[in-house]
C-alpha cells in the first residue's frame, strides 16, 4: 500500500472509531466489508452472506449499510451485479 493510501485509511478508520453513532454491528459490517475490497476499491457481497457470516439478522445489515452510505463511509456502485449491490469504500472519507 502506497504511503498516501495508508494516510486515508488511517484517517478513515480514525473517524469512523471516534464517531460516536456508529455501533459494533455497524463496525463489524464495514470491517467484512473491507476485508472484500478487490484492488479496484470495489466489493460485493450479499447482505444475506453479511448476515450469516456475523450471525445477525439480515435487517441489521441492511440497517447497518444503509448507516455507512448515509455517513459516506461506503458509496453503492453501478450496475449491480444481478441482485447484489457492489459497494465502493468513499476514498475521501475522513479527509
Known sequence: ???TQTAVVR???QALALDDTVDG???RVFLLLF???DFENFTRIEQREIAEA???HKAHVSRSIRKLKDKGILLEALPK???SARYLLNPTFGK
Do not use: I, Y
Request: net charge positive; proline share 0%; hydrophobic share 50%.
Open 81 to 83: 451485479v444481478g441482485r
Open 25 to 27: 454491528v455497524d463496525l
Open 1 to 3: 500500500m502506497e504511503k
Open 11 to 13: 484517517a478513515m478508520f
Open 54 to 56: 456475523l450471525e445477525r
Open 35 to 37: 476485508s472484500r475490497l
